[in-house]
């Protein structure tokens, strides 16, 4: 027995049971409570393991695709502010005072050099209204690209009519001394074939010729 015991109170001792006094009756030891099986264990934490992974890996491509999409969207903003850049210079380019005279001139409109201003929400007319020619400010009038290439193509049809009529005039004037020569060489053909009669006083003819060297004969 341990000394451990021997100092309990109430425990009987070698003494006592070597006396003959009454014993303690042994009782049983009550079990121990059941462990866990390592099996079981080891797969649930498997399990939580494998399921940690899966969602990491889950939270790991949601954020790479959320990147993704960010830099897309901060790609298409990037060009949405070129576009908007690009808009904003036409509309100043198509706000400036040369291109609204150009487009005004493209309409038919024409400087006023007496105009009337009407005063607004009176109504009422300041100066005299003056109905326009569209000649009597002709440094005002800006041509559109449309006139310039039609005033291009009329002076080119000019040019070119020009040439026409040049080349009409020197194939006329060739034609014209061709006749002339045609014309020319039928006379002198004709006069080959019959050649004109003399002049009298000038040349004798052969009649008169023949009498001459008659009379000159009898004389002899």
């Known amino acids: 027995m341990s000394a451990l015991w021997a100092g309990l109170t109430g425990w009987p001792s070698e003494e006592a049971g070597a006396a003959g006094g009454p014993r303690a009756r042994l009782r049983p030891v009550p079990a121990a409570p059941p462990r866990l099986a390592r099996r079981p264990f080891a797969i649930v934490l498997i399990a939580m393991f494998g399921i940690g992974m899966t969602g990491l890996l889950m939270l790991n491509t949601t954020l790479q695709n959320q990147a993704f999409e960010s830099r897309s969207l901060t790609r298409q903003a990037t060009?949405?502010?070129?576009?908007?850049?690009?808009?904003?210079?036409?509309?100043?380019?198509?706000?400036?005072?040369?291109e609204l005279a150009r487009r005004a001139s493209d309409l038919g409109m024409r400087a006023n050099p007496k105009p009337?201003?009407?005063?607004?929400?009176?109504g009422k007319v300041i100066g005299k209204e003056y109905r326009v020619k569209g000649n009597e400010m002709p440094g005002l009038i800006v041509k559109t690209e449309r006139e310039l290439q039609a005033d291009d193509a009329a002076a080119a049809a000019k040019r070119a009519r020009k040439e026409a009529d040049k080349a009409v005039a020197k194939r006329a004037a060739a034609l014209q001394d061709e006749q002339r020569a045609i014309d020319e060489a039928e006379a002198a053909a004709q006069a080959k074939k019959n050649p004109p009669p003399a002049q009298a006083g000038t040349q004798p003819s052969d009649a008169a010729a023949k009498k001459s060297s008659t009379d000159g004969g009898g004389n002899r």
């Open 116 to 122: 009337a201003f009407l005063v607004v929400p009176d």
């Open 79 to 98: 060009q949405l502010a070129h576009v908007q850049v690009d808009l904003q210079t036409q509309l100043d380019a198509m706000a400036a005072a040369p």
